[in-house]
């Protein structure tokens, strides 16, 4: 192997044990980045990481990429969106700057690259009528309506979903505990509560929560000592040619975007028509639609700054609403 490469891989990895040991990041992040890096270096190919201009890395970033969304047709390359762009902009400065730091590299050309601004940042949560036809489905599976639910109801990101344990649900308490959030840490929500809420307030959406509460019971037992949906792997795994993960949670995380097509189309709707994080986006607007005040909705979500949970306030209340009822 190219001795280049070699020290480039090297620089990495240093850079990936620091991110998973010290900042003991999330394993979806950890897949994520690592992903992203190994990219990096087969796209440097012979030059050393501290020699990229500019250049290299805005090539890098603007590279094409095969889209494996439903939106495109198969195998079909673009480049990448505003928010994939940002995201590969932020990998870069934060392995950057720790490599500058340790000395491994003499300059940080990452901080000149430009970000692209995002087309739209509203929230975009499934359509009622949607989600209705969905839920409402008679042939879901237990594990469907938990996969859907889990992410509807209590407002899980998708990695969080793909890696929750059975151990970390309690059935007799109705909550999640030590599940892990994306960004890292620990968390508890209180999931039987969250679905009689919106059942109490907005029942049009759930109609009987035993429906989800049952089907978490059930998976659960099913699912003893395991993940409860059963993807992937809650620990990311190395191999040999690749600086790191290959099948652990980024993998899983695809897998459950190819089980909601499916799912959706078996329900006889279309199989784009709502992803994974829109249901998250539902669960803070409908939470704010029931009349939760806002920092608990920004609690429950996860959101370190309520002005992300602001966000959805423009699409959840209609300032008008009152005034026209009256």
Request: aromatic share 6%; glycine share 8%.
């Amino acid at each position: 192997m190219n001795s280049t490469i070699e020290a480039n891989r090297f620089c990495i990895g240093a850079y990936l044990d620091w991110l998973s040991g010290t900042r003991n990041c999330s394993p979806h992040t950890y897949a994520a980045y690592s992903g992203t890096l190994d990219k990096l270096v087969a796209h440097l190919d012979a030059t050393p990481l501290g020699e990229a201009s500019v250049m290299d890395l805005e090539a890098f970033v603007e590279r094409p990429r095969q889209r494996r969304s439903p939106n495109h047709a198969r195998g079909q390359v673009v480049v990448g969106s505003a928010a994939t762009r940002r995201r590969d902009i932020t990998v870069l400065r934060s392995m950057y700057r720790f490599l500058r730091e340790r000395g491994l590299v003499d300059s940080d050309r990452s901080s000149l690259l430009r970000v692209p601004l995002l087309n739209n940042r509203n929230p975009r949560p499934v359509g009622d009528d949607v989600w209705r036809a969905l839920w409402g489905s008679d042939v879901l599976s237990d594990a469907d309506r938990v996969m859907f639910g889990l992410g509807f109801f209590c407002g899980l990101r998708r990695a969080e979903i793909t890696n929750l344990a059975a151990s970390q649900v309690d059935c007799v308490q109705g909550q999640l505990v030590g599940f892990v959030r994306k960004g890292g840490g620990e968390a508890v929500f209180p999931y039987r509560s969250a679905v009689r809420l919106f059942a109490e307030r907005l029942p049009h959406l759930v109609g009987d929560p035993q429906a989800f509460l049952g089907a978490v019971e059930r998976r659960v037992d099913a699912r003893s000592g395991d993940l409860v949906m059963g993807w992937g792997s809650s620990t990311p795994n190395r191999s040999e040619g690749r600086v790191g993960a290959v099948r652990g949670p980024d993998w899983a995380s695809h897998a459950m975007n190819r089980q909601v097509r499916r799912v959706l189309v078996r329900c006889g709707l279309d199989g784009g028509v709502l992803t994974p994080h829109a249901l998250r986006h539902s669960f803070v607007t409908n939470l704010l639609r029931a009349d939760v005040p806002l920092h608990v909705v920004a609690s429950l979500a996860g959101h370190r700054d309520v002005s992300t949970t602001m966000r959805y306030a423009a699409i959840a209340v209609d300032p008008l609403a009152d005034l026209l009822a009256a």
